[in-house]
Nanobody, 126 residues
């Protein structure tokens, strides 16, 4: 189960930190943050493999967003700085299966490769 929190309303230039509590996920796997703005398709913004390696960022958020994890607490984070109105969207946490169970380790933005999803959290930037 994936449960996001930390969304809210903020003025342009501000910051928010999203959290994704992952219960029942004990093995290393790739995890990602996606977002969907009104009238637009869902897009990947940041992804990582919990076992280590390169983090992946969409060009639109590079140098403003930081994805991280707390393995001890089984939590994924997304630190969002210098927010812009175009960052307004519902943000979703997603997880893949571990590689031993058919998943992959490359932190892609192909949402079809992530079978587990949270309910989403709204971020509004004005």
């Amino acid at each position: 189960q994936l449960v996001e929190s930390g969304g809210g309303s903020v003025q342009a230039g501000g910051s928010l930190r999203l959290s994704c509590a992952a219960s029942g996920f004990s093995s290393n796997r790739r995890m990602a943050w996606f977002r969907q703005a009104p009238g637009k398709e869902r897009e990947g913004v940041a992804a990582l493999y919990t076992g280590g390696g390169v983090n992946n960022y969409a060009d639109s958020v590079k140098d403003r967003y930081t994805i991280s994890q707390d393995n001890a607490k089984n939590t994924l984070f997304l630190q969002m700085d210098r927010l812009k109105p175009e960052d307004t969207a519902i943000y979703y946490c997603a997880a893949d299966r571990p590689p031993a169970y058919g998943g992959d380790s490359w932190p892609s933005f192909n949402e079809d490769e992530y079978p587990f999803w949270g309910q989403g959290t709204q971020v509004t930037v004005s």
